[in-house]
């Protein structure tokens, strides 16, 4: 299959954006790329060590500029890091190059999911107002998606679904008149 442009997963972190790709990717038969892995690589190091090491400002600079440079490729679906799609430079080139999808879950739900965690540098030791705050900040800019997909209560082959169902339509615009 080729794509004409790239499908991008967005969300907080711990909404399934790896793995819902991952599985798209495969449905597709097309290149998978997940950001933080791909940073990961680059540097070394896993991205809380990142954090610890250099700081969040280092690493959001680090970001951008795998970020914009991932996206510039063709027929592969992209895995955003947890704050990627904040950046202007980063959602700037997702909203007018890529179809973008926000993987949206429940609050209540993506607290269970990510609380505490060692693997992410801004849930690890913060209180659950704190995730709460940051999970309606990020909402706000990810709902600048064009496609919403509403989670809760799907399956991991749902979610897929629903998401091939959208590019189906969008890759052949003719099929819906």
């Known amino acids: 299959m080729i794509l004409k442009k790239n499908l991008v997963f967005l969300g907080m972190m711990g909404s399934g954006k790896s793995s819902i790709g991952s599985l798209i990717s495969k449905k597709l038969g097309l290149k998978f790329i997940d950001v933080d892995n791909i940073i990961e690589k680059v540097t070394g190091m896993d991205i809380s060590t990142i954090f610890i090491r250099n700081g969040e400002d280092y690493f959001r600079n680090l970001e951008e500029k795998v970020t914009i440079k991932i996206l510039k490729s ?49 849930a690890f030791n ?25 989670c809760d209560n799907l399956s991991k082959t749902e979610i897929v679904k629903k998401i091939l169902k959208i590019n189906e339509l969008y890759k052949n615009p003719s099929k819906n008149k």
Request: net charge positive.
């Open 126 to 150: 913060v209180k659950d107002l704190e995730l709460i705050d940051l999970i309606k900040r990020r909402s706000k800019v990810y709902s600048n998606a064009q496609f919403k997909i509403n």
């Open 74 to 122: 063709r027929n592969s679906i992209i895995a955003l890091g947890g704050g990627a799609f904040i950046n202007e430079k980063i959602q700037k080139e997702v909203l007018s190059n890529n179809f973008s999808f926000w993987l949206k879950w429940e609050t209540k739900i993506l607290l269970k999911r990510i609380n505490r965690s060692k693997k992410r540098p801004l």
